[in-house]
C-alpha cells in the first residue's frame, strides 16, 4: 500500500494480518534495518509474517534510502507512514490503543527518534505532525539499534573492532548524513 499518494517507489508498505483472529488485534509497526543504505519491506517480509502468526497486526514499511536520500528523508518516511497507519488501523482490524514499534539496526534508529516525536514537540514538520497525532506507542522495541549516527567512530573507541567494520560505520555516518548540520540532527541521533 502507498503511504504517500503520488511519491516514489519508497512510500509502501505492506500490512500483515494474523489468519483466524478477530480485532481489534494488537499493532506492530515495523522498520527495516539496512544501515539505511539497503534493503526494504521486501527483504523484511519474515519479520511481517512471524509477529502475524503471534497475533499481531504489523505494518511493515519502506522508506527513502542514502546516499541518493539523506537525512532526514528515513524519519520523514517513518513518520509519515506512521501518520497513514493511525489514519488506517481500525479499518485494517487493529487497535489505536495497542501499537507497538520494532526495528533493527537503522530501523531501531527510526522507531526510537519517531518514539521520541511522539512524546516531545519537536520543531521538525514531520516531528511536530507525530507529536500532534496524539498516539504514543506501547512499546518500542529498537533492536541491535544504530542510535548514535553522528560519532560512528565510537565503536572503535570501545572495543578494537574489524578495520572492515570501522569502515562500514564510518561511511554509514557520510553517506546519511552528508553536510547536515550538528543542529539539525537531534533525530539521527536517538540516544543522545
Same mark, same amino acid.
Given at each position: 500500500?502507498?503511504?504517500?499518494?503520488?511519491?516514489?517507489?519508497?512510500?509502501?508498505?505492506?500490512?500483515?494480518?494474523?489468519?483466524?483472529?478477530?480485532?481489534?488485534?494488537?499493532?506492530?509497526?515495523?522498520?527495516?534495518?539496512?544501515?539505511?543504505?539497503?534493503?526494504?519491506?521486501?527483504?523484511?517480509?519474515?519479520?511481517?509474517?512471524?509477529?502475524?502468526?503471534?497475533?499481531?497486526?504489523?505494518?511493515?514499511?519502506?522508506?527513502?534510502?542514502?546516499?541518493?536520500?539523506?537525512?532526514?528523508?528515513?524519519?520523514?518516511?517513518?513518520? *509519515?507512514?506512521?501518520?497513514?497507519? =493511525?489514519? !488506517? #488501523?481500525? +479499518?485494517?482490524?487493529?487497535?489505536?490503543? &495497542?501499537?507497538? %514499534?520494532? $526495528?533493527?539496526?537503522?530501523?531501531?534508529?527510526?522507531?526510537?527518534?519517531?518514539?521520541?516525536?511522539?512524546?516531545?514537540?519537536?520543531?521538525?514538520?514531520?516531528?511536530?505532525?507525530?507529536?500532534?497525532?496524539?498516539?504514543?506507542?506501547?512499546? *518500542?522495541?529498537?533492536?541491535?539499534? =544504530?542510535? !548514535? #549516527?553522528? +560519532?560512528?567512530?565510537?565503536?572503535?573507541? &570501545?572495543?578494537? %573492532?574489524? $578495520?572492515?567494520?570501522?569502515?562500514?560505520?564510518?561511511?554509514?555516518?557520510?553517506?546519511?548524513?552528508?553536510?547536515?548540520?550538528?543542529?539539525?540532527?537531534?533525530?539521527?541521533?536517538?540516544?543522545?
Amino acid at each position: 500500500l502507498r503511504y504517500r499518494p503520488g511519491s516514489g517507489p519508497a512510500h509502501v508498505l505492506d500490512v500483515y494480518k494474523p489468519i483466524g483472529r478477530k480485532g481489534p488485534l494488537p499493532v506492530v509497526f515495523y522498520v527495516h534495518g539496512g544501515a539505511f543504505q539497503i534493503l526494504s519491506k521486501d527483504t523484511h517480509w519474515m519479520m511481517g509474517l512471524a509477529f502475524a502468526r503471534h497475533g499481531y497486526l504489523v505494518v511493515n514499511i519502506s522508506y527513502r534510502l542514502a546516499p541518493q536520500h539523506r537525512f532526514p528523508a528515513a524519519i520523514d518516511d517513518t513518520c *509519515a507512514a506512521w501518520l497513514w497507519m =493511525l489514519g !488506517e #488501523v481500525e +479499518r485494517l482490524g487493529g487497535d489505536r490503543t &495497542r501499537i507497538a %514499534v520494532a $526495528g533493527e539496526s537503522a530501523g531501531g534508529n527510526l522507531i526510537t527518534a519517531l518514539t521520541l516525536a511522539t512524546c516531545q514537540r519537536r520543531a521538525e514538520p514531520y516531528a511536530r505532525a507525530v507529536f500532534d497525532a496524539g498516539v504514543v506507542p506501547r512499546a *518500542a522495541l529498537p533492536f541491535c539499534a =544504530l542510535l !548514535e #549516527v553522528s +560519532r560512528s567512530e565510537r565503536f572503535a573507541q &570501545r572495543r578494537p %573492532v574489524p $578495520g572492515w567494520i570501522d569502515g562500514v560505520m564510518r561511511g554509514l555516518e557520510t553517506a546519511y548524513l552528508g553536510d547536515t548540520p550538528p543542529a539539525d540532527r537531534e533525530l539521527a541521533d536517538p540516544l543522545v
